[in-house]
């Protein structure tokens, strides 16, 4: 394996940022896919009429217009009424606009808070699904390599049977062997290219664009784990606390709402003048200004609505202690994971190391005499196991490291 790409788990929008080798870098996928993702938009979307809501809610009650006309016209001493206008402005109580716009903020910035969340797990998505394109695209060059060094086998075998140093049937295993690796590396492309479909899915583009990942992962040196009070400001639990302060602003608004409304305005009356008579206030026009009040009487819906939003607060406390243990929990096994992952892979370098050297041992024999090909065969095997076991390892380990980030980044 000649490409090497290391990954700083600390650095970058979820601790991650990549030394480029041959292959896309993770970092630029995450950027098209929190541009193009089609949840992401929508969720922005979202946020912003949240936001016009804002101006929706800034209003007085609407002015109220009335005309009338006597269809019987009663008499004054002036002269007989003809028709009225009326005009109207009710007013909220004082505070009640600048409650419904903080109530209505509160509720953006929920939706805004879900955008957070949601752009960080497309963060993960992306990284989990880079990582198993990792595995595979490092499987498959395994597995290539492996089925080059059964070839060089396969004619050393073919070389001693004509020399009567080995047997045809050890010609067979080594060929059965290639076609078992063969399969493999075909499954292998198969669900490479399925892996790249979800992939360019999340990245909302053609699923047929191809995705080139690094081969290898370097594993950094021992990382402590960051303090787990990063957890309080994590945005799922941020969440819980922004539809604490919305229910706190939506029972203040309820208490707005349950006061007396005040209202304003004037009546104008047509006044005819009576014929025939001459006096100052003959056909003078009435104009009358009011003033009133609306008081809600029956305040029963605005108590229930007071109960309902204790309730809904202590439900929503209770409901972020236990996220915020589900994800205490998720960092601490992720911690686990991550430390499993690395004794694996520490583990299958020492015995891909120690294989290596048991064939060179057995190929210097072959030098002196007979090669024992089912040996052979049987420490080939056992290396790409531990081959693809330290891939596997390293996939699980980057993993884990995502999962981290994602939880108190």
Known sequence: MKNVFKLNMVLWVMGILSIPAQGQDLKSLIDLALTNNLEVQQLAVNHKRALEKENEVDYLPDTQVAVGVF?????????????????????????????????????????????????????????????QLFQNKASQQVVQSNLSLLKTYEEWALTAVEVGKSSVVDVLNLQIRQNELNEKNQVLREQYEGLSAELNALLNRDMTVKIEVVSELLIPERQALKAVDKLEVHPELVKYDKLYHSISDAEKLNQKQRKPLFGFGIDYISVAERPQMNFGDNGKDILMPMLS?????????????????????????????????ELESSLYRAKSDRNAARIQYETQNKNI?????????????????????????????????????????????????????????
Do not use: W
């Open 293 to 325: 009040m609306s008081i809600p009487i029956f305040t029963k819906k605005y108590r229930s609505k007071t109960k309902q939003f204790v309730l809904e607060k202590e439900a929503l406390s209770l409901g972020k202690q236990q996220r915020f243990k």
């Open 353 to 409: 190391r120690q294989t290596a050297n048991a064939t060179k041992i057995l190929i210097k024999s072959f030098e002196t005499g007979t090669l024992d090909f089912d040996k052979l065969l049987e420490i080939q095997e056992l290396e790409l196991k531990f081959q693809l076991v330290k891939i596997q390892a390293t996939r699980r380990f980057y993993e884990q490291c995502a999962l981290i980030n994602y939880l108190i980044q």
């Open 71 to 131: 269809t019987s016209r009663p008499e004054t001493r002036t002269g007989a009424q003809q028709f009225k206008v009326s005009l109207k402005q009710m007013l909220p109580f004082f505070g009640t606009v600048k409650a419904r716009k903080n109530y209505a903020t509160a509720l953006a910035d929920v939706k805004y808070q879900e955008l957070v969340v949601k752009k960080r797990k497309l963060i993960l998505g992306v990284s989990y699904l880079y990582y």
